[in-house]
């Protein structure tokens, strides 16, 4: 039995110390130039950030120096373009109305008497003889 209980203590006993330490009860000693060592290394990340920043803000200038250059070429307009020549026609078109712009109608909509023809006609052919008198009648 004290076999077993002398390693438990020994380890037990280190394992405090080492504990302790981590848990901030002994703080060990501290570098009179830390201060000055951060403020060099928080100096060295923002430098960092600021050429990153600036690598990336040149590789995006010379990519859409290209794209602007694919535009002039196929005739193509930027997002913002198209955006900007369809709310100039919706102000245009709204100038003298006093309510908002109606929305457009998708194709097919509009056309509500031959809608109207078309379902009379198929629910014609499912009636039977008696109703189908009934609705011819009108």
């Given at each position: 039995m004290t076999d077993i209980s002398t390693p438990l203590s020994f380890t037990s006993k280190g394992a405090t110390k080492d504990m302790g330490k981590m848990l901030g009860g002994e703080e060990a000693e501290k570098d009179p130039d830390a201060e000055k060592k951060e403020e060099e290394r928080q100096e060295a990340l923002r430098q960092q950030e600021e050429e990153r920043k600036a690598k990336y803000a040149?590789?995006?200038?010379?990519?859409?120096n290209v794209r602007q250059g694919i535009r002039d070429k196929y005739g193509i307009k930027?997002?913002?373009e198209k955006e900007a020549e369809a709310q100039a026609a919706l102000d245009q078109a709204a100038e003298g109305s006093l309510t908002r712009p109606k929305k457009a109608v998708p194709a097919g909509c509009g056309d509500e008497e031959e809608e109207e023809e078309s379902i009379m006609d198929t629910v014609m052919k499912f009636?039977?003889?008696?109703f189908m008198d009934m609705f011819n009648k009108k």
């Open positions: 040149k590789m995006e200038s010379e990519r859409e930027k997002k913002e009636l039977p003889g008696p």
